[in-house]
């Protein structure tokens, strides 16, 4: 009896982790299966994130999608940006953290982070057809002896979901993104904008505009070339994309004109943000072939009343009216400045 007591004894710790281990792969298997009914990228990304987190219990994760300019990176948590962004950097090739776009976050110059040490910091290398990144991970544990299967496995299916979505992204984008700068174009501006405004009539919110244009660009694109001058575009784009929330649209209206679309946004909190924006864009330089180059730009602020609920094509016509006065009024008051017009348009 005691022998075979010693042996169910000795039998304990394989049992015990026999049994995690198949409860790890019946998880992956649900995220799996949830992973594959995702119609978003970032709808991929959240279920292999949730799913790590489940399984392995990371204290930091990073998801890493290589574009044609610059990279697309799932962070979580926040705090840890900073420390990751020099690895970043290094491992595909950037120029400089405006090269850096985050899916998940917003965040603001002065917000406070936390430093951590990379010594213990784990990655494994994604290279689908459509789709190569990288995940990072700072393990919170000791990891178990099938840690790599797992990452492997909900790597890979991740990778075929995201180069499926990617290509449909792709055929959609086509439509309706600027090639350039990745905002949307003028046509499909004209689509979200009756959709805005006619959302916010609905629900009595406040709808604003901001429209800006890059100042002198015309002289950026003589002294330093058209390929610079598209690197400002790219660049001074990406700043505002990077500091608006997620429901707010960007769209290239035309040369170096932009046009956003701010819904549940009131004239002062638009001018707050164009101030900020417009801060950002004068203290960060371009690094081009051609040389460093700095600019500033222009802003102009309209704003939607919402005291009427009837919205027809008059709304939106006063509104890029007014953003573009407000804007031009700013050029004449001596450039690198917001103009917010003086009153909200009535219909």
Wanted: aromatic share 8%.
């Amino acid at each position: 009896m005691k022998v075979e007591l010693t042996k169910l004894f000795q039998m304990l710790p394989f049992l015990f982790n026999a049994a995690i281990k198949n409860a790890d792969h019946k998880k992956l298997t649900r995220h799996i299966i949830n992973l594959n009914q995702q119609n978003s990228v970032q709808g991929i990304i959240n279920e292999m994130s949730v799913c790590l987190k489940e399984i392995l219990n990371y204290r930091l994760f990073a998801f890493v999608i290589q574009r044609e300019t610059g990279i697309d990176v799932w962070l979580d948590p926040r705090m840890y940006r900073k420390s990751l962004e020099s690895v970043f950097i290094q491992d595909f090739n950037l120029s400089g953290d405006s090269e850096i776009n985050y899916l998940n976050h917003t965040f603001q110059s002065d917000e406070k982070e936390h430093e951590f040490s990379l010594e213990n910091l784990v990655s494994y290398l994604l290279d689908e057809q459509k789709c190569q990144g990288k995940i990072y991970m700072l393990p919170n544990r000791n990891m178990p002896d099938y840690h790599d299967d797992i990452v492997g496995m909900i790597l890979k299916s991740t990778g075929i979901a995201l180069s499926k979505q990617i290509n449909i992204e792709h055929l959609t984008n086509a439509a309706t993104l600027d090639p350039l700068t990745g905002c949307y174009n003028r046509r499909e501006f004209e689509e979200q904008i009756r959709k805005n405004i006619a959302s916010a009539k609905r629900h009595q919110t406040p709808l604003s505009v901001f429209m800006f244009d890059i100042d002198h660009f015309k002289k950026v694109n003589d002294t330093y070339g058209h390929q610079a001058g598209d690197k400002v575009l790219q660049h001074v784009s990406n700043i505002v994309k990077k500091n608006i929330r997620t429901g707010d649209i960007l769209a290239r209206y035309g040369g170096e004109e932009f046009i956003a679309i701010l819904p549940s946004t009131g004239k002062k909190e638009a001018m707050e943000l164009s101030e900020r924006l417009r801060q950002q864009i004068e203290d960060q330089s371009i690094v081009t072939e051609s040389g460093e180059i700095w600019v500033t730009a222009s802003f102009g602020i309209s704003s939607l009343a919402s005291s009427n609920k009837q919205a027809d094509s008059a709304d939106m016509l006063k509104l890029i009216e007014d953003a573009d006065t407000m804007m031009y009024k700013a050029k004449l008051n001596g450039r690198n400045t917001i103009m917010p017009s003086l009153t909200e348009i009535q219909t």
